[in-house]
């Protein structure tokens, strides 16, 4: 790990665990807990997630644990939603260290698709009564505790050959996966996202309330401003409203969806600012996110269960399902039906190379 902070957030990972462990004591003592032990048997199918997909048993438990202690005392509301924000950030600490890149800027990766959905919110709290002091109350826990949790992990020989092996499975199985991107696939999802949402808007009784149609727009909105791709906000658009459809209304759902979409679309940014090719793009994006946001999704669907039940789990694979496949292939339609204008020097290197 390189930066200047890397000595403080060293020096503070041991007092960071003290805190943690006696945040979660004192929140078992002091705190009734209707369910008490929900929580933890989520954390333990989550840890056995986290371990098939980080290979590493320490960062697996600091996925598992990092929310707990901000869950006990304030609730399960955002439980899903940071446990899902714990494996988005562990992973791409692991990949980091693994590709041997710096793990301190890995930290702070997944943080734009965390403010982009606490802005989301904050400004539907305006409208709806959201749980929003618990959301942010536990966001900034997980935040602060979990790369003190990280931190305390040591990586040795084996853990990097097993993540290293588990990377490139992710890889190849996510290669296919990526041909959502490719324009035959995109348009014919797209076509099928169509055909949903018609049948979805005839045949399902509860009908989302009428301004929660504008949960859609904004979250549109929010996308744009942080991957600055407007293909992808009007796609963004059309999977949150599918999504909204099928959820009945604004839930968790559409939480998740636009934390793991703004994810997914930075990806393709950042490659697309590299010089790819809109396609090669989202491909690079599904094959790099999409074994992460997999897992991320499980795990959240895990625990939505002692909240919700299943009801709630199905929602979180709604938002999974919406983010993963829809959104790309919306995306790739629209680039293929509203080709970007190319100027004279991309045209000439593209006919040179």
Known sequence: MRGKMAPVLYGLRFLTV???AAATIAALYDVPQPVPWAPVLAALGVFGLALSRLRN???????AVAPLPAILWFGTSAYALMLAFAMLTTAAYGDALLKEENGLAAFARPLPALAGTLLFAILWSLHAPVQLKSL???AAATI????GLVLTVRFNEDTVTSGNRQRETGLRIFALVARIAEPRWSLALSGAGVVLAVLGYFQIARQPPLFDCLAAPLAAAILLVLTRDVRGAVAALAASALLLLFAGGVSGALLLFLLFAVALGRAAAAWRAAGESETLAWTRAIEEQGATILYAGLAAMIAAV???GPAAALHACFGLIAALILFPAFSGA???AVPQRRSVEELYRSNAS
């Not at 048993?57 to 996925?63: F, I, Q, S, V």
């Open 18 to 20: 003290l805190l943690f």
């Open 306 to 308: 002692p909240r919700g």
């Open 334 to 336: 629209l680039h293929v």
């Open 136 to 138: 942010m109350a536990i």
């Open 144 to 147: 602060v505790s979990l790369p």
């Open 57 to 63: 048993a320490g960062l697996a438990l600091a996925t």
